[in-house]
C-alpha cells in the first residue's frame, strides 16, 4: 500500500464521464486506528451537472448539494431511502458542478473490519471455500498476499461487503455528517483515492441505474468481468460482454 500514489486534485478536474473510467482500478482507503480499510473501485457511475436532469446539482446550488459546486476531489455525502449513505466526489473546476458516484468495490485490504461494520462478520468466517479470483487480485497490493478475510470467504459472501453504493459506504463507515466536504486529494485525509497501478483490461459503458431522469444515457461505468459489480442481472451481462452500449473511445470523443 505504501507505494501506491495519491490522487492529485487535478485528476478529479475533468469531465465526469473521464473521471468516472479513470477511476476504474483505483483504490478507495479509509484510514483507521485499526488498520487501512481498501477495495478497488470496480463500478462509478457520472453525473455531468448542467444539462443532466438526475444530477443533484441540476436544479442550481443549496446547502445539501454545495459541494458539488465546489473544487474537484471532495467528497459529496447524501443520504437515500432513509437507511443508507451514497459517497461520491466532485469534478470539474470551482463553480462547476459535476461528480462521480462510487457503486461498488471489491475488498482487498481490511475486510474483517469491513464485514464487522457490514454486520455480516460471522457469515463470511463460516464459509470454507477459498476465494482464488480475489486473492490474486488483491495480491497486488504491495505485495499483500493471503488475506486472512479472503482466505476464508466464498466470492459470493464477499460481494455482501462492498457491492452497492450504500454497502461500500457502511464498509468504511461513510455518513454524511463525517464525510461530506473532505479533501480526497489531502494527504492529511482519512479518507483517499490511490493509484496503485493496477491495469483494468476492459470497461464496459451503460445507463446508470435506480434513476428515472437522463435514464438513458451511458455514463455507468464497470471492469469488465468483475463479480463485484452491483445487481446480479448486471454481473451476468458483464461476463457476457452484453453491457456496453457503444464503445468507450466514442463515448470520450463524445465528452470533449
Do not use: W
Not at 53 to 65: L, P, V, Y
Not at 112 to 118: L, V
Not at 155 to 179: C, N, Q
Amino acid at each position: 500500500m505504501s507505494a501506491a500514489k495519491l490522487l492529485s486534485p487535478a485528476f478529479y478536474n475533468r469531465d465526469p464521464r473521464k473521471v468516472a473510467r479513470a477511476l476504474l482500478g483505483k483504490l478507495l482507503v479509509r484510514k483507521t486506528p485499526r488498520g487501512l480499510l481498501a477495495g478497488r473501485i470496480v463500478e462509478t457511475e457520472a453525473y455531468l451537472g448542467k444539462g443532466d436532469e438526475a444530477a443533484h446539482s441540476a436544479a442550481g446550488k443549496t446547502a445539501r448539494n454545495a459541494v458539488l459546486f465546489g473544487p474537484p476531489g471532495f467528497a459529496y455525502v447524501y443520504f437515500i431511502y432513509g437507511n443508507h449513505y451514497c459517497l461520491n466526489v466532485s469534478c470539474l473546476p470551482d463553480g462547476e458542478p459535476g461528480g462521480v458516484l462510487f457503486r461498488a468495490l471489491e475488498p482487498v485490504a481490511g475486510i474483517e473490519q469491513m464485514a464487522r461494520s457490514r454486520g455480516i462478520e460471522r457469515v463470511l468466517a463460516a464459509s470454507s471455500v477459498q476465494t482464488k479470483i480475489v486473492e490474486r487480485r488483491s495480491s497486488a497490493l504491495a505485495g499483500s498476499r493471503g488475506n486472512s478475510g479472503l482466505a476464508m470467504a466464498k466470492e459470493s459472501e464477499l460481494r455482501k461487503i462492498s457491492s452497492g453504493p450504500g454497502r461500500l459506504s457502511e464498509a468504511l463507515g461513510v455518513t454524511r455528517d463525517r464525510d461530506n466536504g473532505k479533501n480526497l486529494a489531502s494527504p492529511h485525509s482519512d479518507l483517499q483515492i490511490l493509484d496503485d497501478e493496477y491495469r483494468v483490461p476492459r470497461v464496459l459503458v451503460g445507463p446508470r441505474i435506480g434513476i428515472t431522469k437522463s435514464a438513458g444515457q451511458p455514463l455507468r461505468y464497470v471492469i469488465a468481468g468483475n463479480p463485484f459489480v452491483s445487481g446480479v442481472q448486471l454481473r451476468h451481462d458483464i461476463r457476457r460482454g452484453d453491457l456496453c452500449a457503444q464503445p468507450i473511445k466514442t463515448i470520450h470523443r463524445a465528452a470533449r
